[in-house]
């Protein structure tokens, strides 16, 4: 069964980054699963599909914060695509709601992280409340 390494792998990573113990919202999307895993002081709460980039290397891996919250946003890149609930972590990226609920489970983005509009407005108000500077983005392979 996987869940002990990946309970081992995040302890470990939690001890090299203290940023992750610190968090109270922690939001670790798992691009090899197309999974988001959230964290709230802790605990696991939720495991979502998402969608992330088509091509490797379009979604950074990395440990972010975030840093802007639209609740209605259209993309200024993509001919005003919706992205609701959209949580931005870094530069253009962000993980938000999509339309395209049937990719959900593989790969299918320019980068962004998509989820089913209901989880990405649970993520957006928990984020709101928790606050930007107590949540963690840590996206791996």
Known sequence: MMRKPVRC?????VALFPALARADVLAHIDLSEQRLYLYVDGDKKYTWKISAGKKKGWTRTGTFRP??????????????A?????????RDWAIHGTNAIKRL?????HGCVRLHPKNAAVFFNLVLKQGKKNTV???TD
């Not at 792998?9 to 990573?13: D, E, H, R, V």
């Not at 919706?82 to 870094?90: E, G, Q």
């Not at 489970?105 to 983005?109: F, I, K, M, V």
């Open 9 to 13: 792998a995040l302890f470990a990573f």
């Open 67 to 80: 840093y802007f919250l639209s609740r209605h946003h259209r993309s200024s890149l993509f001919r005003g």
């Open 82 to 90: 919706p992205m609701p609930y959209a949580v931005f972590y870094d």
């Open 105 to 109: 489970g593989r790969p299918a983005s």
């Open 137 to 139: 983005v840590w996206i």
